[in-house]
């Protein structure tokens, strides 16, 4: 189940924030998640073997909330299970991952991990093809789905309106009446992050977004994730360099994965003149 076909519904007890209770006095609502640190993703000492192969070894990295945060390195560096074991399709074998505060995520199933305000876009996009792209958007609003709410659901002005901005902020505003399965493959990731954006994520998980995309699509697409900038939280995995400087800029931060750690971090100047990064990864 991927994070855009999550179901809304309440969170067990035992997975809402300890004591409902944030920094500064500010009461927690259940299932709200604690930034009160600055912090929305923690993930400390994470190691996993498939076997006898060590995927992470001791993986320690943090994201903060609103951050927009580039992890590249070559294949085999551990990214994709790392996102694996962050949206809980991968259980660690031992070290800790945190959503905020108090969200324990290894404890957590991968649809409770959805619907705590995590989407995942895998490299290939998911849409539904025989239907319209607003249509698209509707089937992933963050909604009651339950078959029988479902039958009787009618859009009312708000949701129409968060369709319409929706459509606009991914550039697809006059596609909207056009089969899904009829867009470029640009045209598609674009929808797609849509689709997450319609659940009102805390952090999106985007996995080589672009990958198979013309330059101009390419650029497109940095357009779009820097627009998102403060809205949520974003981790982006990607091997195109001139797509992480479109998104890293002068200042962004980083991360360089490389046999399941990470072996550098900082802005995107200096991981490239990063001895250890050039060795692993770059190349002279």
């Avoid at 309440?10 to 927690?28: I, S, Y």
Wanted: hydrophobic content about 40%; proline content about 4%; charged content about 25%.
């Amino acid at each position: 189940m991927t994070a855009h076909n999550a179901l809304i519904v309440d969170l067990p007890p035992d997975l809402t924030n300890v004591n409902g209770v944030a920094g500064l006095g500010h009461v927690l609502a259940p299932g709200e998640i604690d930034v009160s640190h600055g912090t929305i993703l923690y993930l400390e000492d994470v190691t996993v073997s498939f076997d006898g192969f060590r995927a992470l070894n001791k993986l320690t990295l943090s994201i903060d909330a609103g951050e927009l945060r580039c992890v590249i390195g070559p294949n085999g560096a551990g990214k994709t299970t790392m996102m694996d074991v962050i949206t809980g399709k991968t259980r660690p074998d031992d070290g800790r991952v945190f959503l905020g505060q108090t969200f324990d995520l290894t404890r957590m199933s991968e649809p409770v991990i959805a619907r705590t305000g995590i989407g995942r876009k895998f490299q290939k996009p998911t849409v539904f093809e025989n239907h319209p792209v607003w249509e698209n958007l509707e089937l992933a609003m963050k909604t009651e789905k339950r078959w029988f709410a479902s039958l009787r659901a009618r859009l009312d002005r708000q949701a129409q309106a968060r369709i319409g901005e929706t459509l606009e902020l991914i550039r697809l505003q006059h596609q909207a009446t056009r089969l899904a399965g009829e867009l470029s493959h640009g045209q598609k990731q674009r929808l797609e992050i849509g689709m997450l954006l319609m659940q009102q994520p805390a952090l999106l998980l985007l996995d080589e977004p672009a990958a198979g995309m013309t330059d101009h699509e390419t650029m497109e697409l940095a357009e779009l994730l820097n627009k998102l900038r403060g809205s949520c939280s974003m981790m982006v995995v990607e091997h195109d360099m001139e797509f992480v400087a479109a998104l890293a800029g002068d200042s962004g931060k980083v991360t360089v994965m490389a046999e399941g750690s990470v072996l550098a971090e900082g802005a995107l100047d200096d991981v490239k003149r990063d001895d250890a990064v050039i060795e692993s990864y770059l190349g002279r």
